[in-house]
């Protein structure tokens, strides 16, 4: 006999192909849901659908976007000389978040990961080199501080060097409030590499 009605087990198993998303949680979102209105659930399905169907990629960077080109990329005010170069459009949500840059993104789409089977080509690489065209003075690296991350990083700085356009690459390091002694030897190691004078 199975733990659930048929309705509410196909429910929770949607709900558990979501990543984070453990068994018990998944259970309670659905819960959650049986308690809505019928015009709060199919709210809520329009919006999935919605998503699904409005949000596409920019033809420019590759971030999120509901036309043919993201927020950014249509900000005349944003520095185009000036590209940042992320895994994903969580990245570029994080660091809009901080205000601090005023530059132009491009989303890779991923790592090199080759256990995985992700090469260079099947990332957005291609169109990253197409768009250094001799405005752009600096690319930013920022890819996550993993060792796919690092190949990326490496992979790209070659790439891009060989254009002529300088490259960076994030300064990594001890998060604040944070104790020396917990540190592992790679974020230390980062935290010398990135120092800056005071």
């Given at each position: 006999m199975a733990e659930y009605i048929l309705p509410l087990e196909r429910l929770?198993?949607?709900?558990?192909?979501?990543?984070?998303i453990g068994?018990?949680?998944?259970?309670?979102?659905?819960?959650?849901?049986?308690?809505?209105?019928?015009?709060?659930?199919?709210?809520?399905?329009?919006?999935?659908?919605?998503a699904k169907?409005?949000?596409?990629?920019?033809?420019?960077?590759?971030?999120?976007?509901d036309g043919d080109i993201c927020q950014v990329c249509a900000d005349e005010r944003r520095d185009?000389?000036?590209?940042?170069?992320?895994?994903?459009?969580?990245?570029?949500?994080?660091?809009?978040?901080?205000?601090?840059y005023n530059g132009v993104y491009h989303v890779l789409g991923g790592v090199i990961s080759p256990m995985s089977g992700i090469?260079?080509?099947?990332?957005?690489?291609?169109?990253?080199?197409?768009?250094?065209?001799?405005?752009?003075?600096e690319?930013?690296?920022?890819?996550?501080?993993t060792v796919e991350g690092e190949a990326t990083a490496m992979y790209l700085t070659k790439k891009i060097k060989a254009l002529g356009v300088g490259v960076s690459r994030l300064a990594y390091g001890i998060p604040v409030g944070?104790?020396?002694?917990?540190?592992d030897e790679v974020t230390l190691m980062r935290a010398l590499e990135g120092r800056r004078s005071m």
């Open positions: 929770i198993e949607q709900f558990r192909r979501l990543p984070g068994q018990k949680t998944a259970v309670r979102l659905a819960f959650s849901l049986l308690d809505y209105t019928a015009d709060e659930a199919k709210a809520f399905a329009d919006a999935i659908i919605g169907e409005q949000i596409h990629s920019c033809k420019i960077c590759h971030n999120i976007a185009r000389s000036t590209i940042c170069v992320v895994e994903d459009a969580r990245a570029v949500l994080s660091l809009e978040r901080v205000r601090e090469g260079p080509d099947k990332l957005n690489i291609a169109s990253l080199l197409s768009r250094l065209d001799g405005s752009v003075r690319v930013i690296i920022a890819t996550n501080p944070s104790d020396l002694e917990y540190a």
